[in-house]
């Protein structure tokens, strides 16, 4: 059984930065893309950044480019999420999410696997 368990969010002010991380266990996941999503209040989840296990294919959305890294540590199973000058705009729970397959996904119904989530608030 798949299990995935983010942390590190909390609260920053805006230009600081904060590094989730995404602890994965109950497979091998060397065959599966991963993904960060969230999702703000009164607002569809969206996604954030995705990527192979492998580290060969990765995609942010165009909110995150140049912010945000994904990144991922096969010794430990965990992936991560580097946020740096955060924006109030950024508040939001954010989501781990695995999908078994190497084929790197934007779409969060493709994805098989979620985390309970994380929340990251950003004040002015």
């Known amino acids: 059984q798949v299990q995935l368990v983010e942390s590190g969010g909390g609260l920053v002010q805006a230009g600081g930065s904060l590094r989730l991380s995404c602890a994965a266990s109950?497979?091998?996941?060397?065959?599966?893309?991963m993904g960060w999503f969230r999702q703000a209040p009164g607002k569809e989840r969206e996604f954030v950044a995705a990527?192979?296990?492998?580290?060969?294919?990765?995609y942010y959305a165009d909110s995150a480019k140049g912010r945000f890294t994904i990144s991922r540590d096969s010794a430990k199973n965990t992936v991560y999420l580097q946020m740096n000058s955060l924006k109030v705009e950024d508040t939001a729970v954010y989501y781990c999410?695995?999908?078994?397959?190497?084929?790197?996904?934007?779409?969060?119904?493709?994805?098989?696997?979620w985390g309970q989530g994380t929340q990251v608030t950003v004040s002015s």
């Open positions: 109950g497979r091998t996941f060397s065959r599966f893309a």
């Open positions: 999410a695995a999908r078994a397959s190497i084929v790197v996904v934007t779409a969060d119904s493709l994805y098989d696997y």
């Open positions: 990527t192979s296990w492998s580290g060969g294919n990765i």
